[in-house]
């Protein structure tokens, strides 16, 4: 069975950080770039970062570019997401997920962490 | 306000055939793959169509995608009450440099 696990969220003040982890099993995960995707509370989805299959080329929306870092290690079939100088605009429900259009099966979602930045 | 537009609602009657519609640019649709999600309410999004017009394992021939130029659409054929939930396009801006999504289509089914 297929799954991605996320875990790492939770609540912090503004200015603070979080490290969000990714761990995927059932698939190769070597084998897909990665991302993380948010949703704010009733809002939109929006695309965060990702990463290739080496851990070699990232990219990021321009909101978060210079505040997170999106890393992997294959070995653990793990990703993970650094956040810092956390603001209250990124409260979200952050999604772990192998959106790779170099194939047509493995698009792969987890269910989510909650991350609530507030004072 | 969202690279991709998408009409925020549709509706259809159960059986019924519905379309729905999202708008972009040279730079996003107009140069690459087109994927569509359907998110229902309290899960995850799920891929529906891939790669502009093809179905991932599992997903019934009543969705079908295609695209024109800097515009793609979701079609949803036989509606059913399941349907209901909230479509999604989604595709790699080169401008950019990331994935761009639309606004999301909350879908009815009357």
């Known amino acids: 069975e297929v799954q991605l696990v996320e875990s790492g969220g939770g609540l912090v003040q503004p200015g603070g950080s979080l490290r969000l982890s990714c761990v995927g099993s059932?698939?190769?995960?070597?084998?897909?770039?990665m991302s993380w995707v948010r949703q704010a509370p009733g809002k939109g989805l929006e695309w965060v970062a990702n990463?290739?299959?080496?851990?070699?080329?990232?990219n990021y929306v321009d909101s978060v570019r210079g505040r997170f870092t999106i890393s992997r290690d294959n070995a653990k079939s793990s990703m993970y997401l650094q956040m810092s100088s956390l603001r209250v605009e990124d409260t979200a429900l952050y999604y772990c997920a192998s959106m790779d259009t170099s194939t047509v099966d493995d698009d792969y979602w987890g269910q989510g962490t909650l991350v609530t930045v507030s004072s | 306000q969202s690279v991709l537009t998408q009409s925020p609602s549709a509706s259809g009657t159960p059986g019924q055939r519905v379309s729905i519609s999202c708008s972009g640019r040279?730079?996003?649709?107009?140069?690459?793959?087109v994927s569509w999600y359907q998110q229902l309410p309290g899960t995850a999004p799920k891929l529906l169509i891939s790669r502009d017009n093809q179905r991932p394992s599992g997903v019934p021939d009543r969705f079908s995608g295609s695209k024109s130029a800097t515009s793609a659409s979701l079609a949803i054929s036989g509606l059913r009450s399941e349907d209901e939930a909230v479509y999604y396009c989604a595709v790699w801006d080169e401008s950019l440099t990331g994935w761009v999504f639309g606004g999301g289509t909350d879908l009815t089914v009357l």
């Open positions: 990463i290739n299959q080496e851990g070699t080329k990232t």
């Open positions: 059932g698939f190769m995960f070597s084998n897909l770039w």
């Open positions: 040279n730079s996003n649709i107009g140069t690459n793959y």
